[in-house]
């Protein structure tokens, strides 16, 4: 992993950024003018105020980002959505296609952007109050349930929130969402253990460890092998953006 310059980031096939950003410190209504018509529709019918600020803010980064490559200002730039809700931008910079993703628990988020890559990011919190016997035996493949049976009671929180993130990143890299089946495939719930993913067609995704911080477990996958770039700090929008 190399540190990231938020403010200086170079898009390239070659490399992968991921930016970390505290929601926490954000305001949405300082930033209305970096969003579309459709987009501040949208806003109006989200209710909850972390949600809107986790709304908004993904998207004043992204698009600063992409404004820079696609001459445009951000309010001009328009997102689109495959059938599964996956965002991307119809635009392209000299021929190549901008893929990113974004995701959110809690107070923290993760933005991964990259050209020409297939790509899904994942936080999670911890939460120490969920059945993880419950949900690993519905939505675990039956190698995940061994490897997490196998483990000390005091690891098994980690570990299957890792697993966790790791399987919301390959099925948003590949851009099915749940409908492709969380238990249709292994991941490997041991933190030093990146293994490659296979899907159904046996096609090998790349998984990578990224910004690893108390409480949370992150995860990214990638279509094809990348240098992965990330932020040592997180991204403060109000004095950067």
Not at 30 to 35: E, R, T
Not at 149 to 160: E, G, P, R, T, V
Not at 166 to 185: H, M, P, Q, T
Request: glycine share 4%; hydrophobic share 35%.
């Amino acid at each position: 992993m190399e540190n990231l310059d938020y403010n200086k980031v170079n898009l390239s096939t070659e490399n992968v950024h991921v930016l970390l950003i505290n929601f926490s410190t954000f305001d949405f209504q300082n930033y209305m003018n970096y969003l579309t018509s459709n987009e501040i529709k949208r806003l109006g019918n989200i209710n909850n105020i972390n949600n809107r600020n986790q709304f908004v803010a993904s998207r004043v980064v992204i698009k600063k980002i992409l404004s820079k490559y696609l001459k445009k200002i951000p309010n001009k730039i328009e997102f689109s959505f495959n059938k599964h809700g996956k965002p991307f931008i119809r635009d392209k910079y000299h021929n190549h296609r901008f893929e990113f993703n974004i995701s959110h628990s809690d107070i923290y988020g993760l933005i991964a952007i990259t050209l020409d890559n297939k790509i899904g990011v994942d936080i999670q919190k911890i939460n120490h109050d969920i059945d993880i016997d419950s949900l690993s035996s519905r939505f675990f493949s039956e190698n995940e349930k061994t490897q997490l049976m196998n483990l000390d009671k005091s690891k098994k929180i980690d570990a299957f929130h890792l697993g966790w993130a790791r399987k919301e990143s390959f099925i948003k890299a590949i851009g099915e969402g749940v409908a492709y089946g969380l238990d249709s495939f292994t991941v490997s719930l041991e933190k030093n253990d990146t293994k490659s993913i296979l899907d159904i067609k046996n096609k090998k995704w790349h998984c990578y460890n990224i910004i690893d911080f108390e409480n949370y477990k992150t995860a990214l996958t990638t279509e094809i092998k990348s240098k992965i770039i990330t932020s040592s700090n997180e991204v403060n929008i109000s004095t950067n953006f």
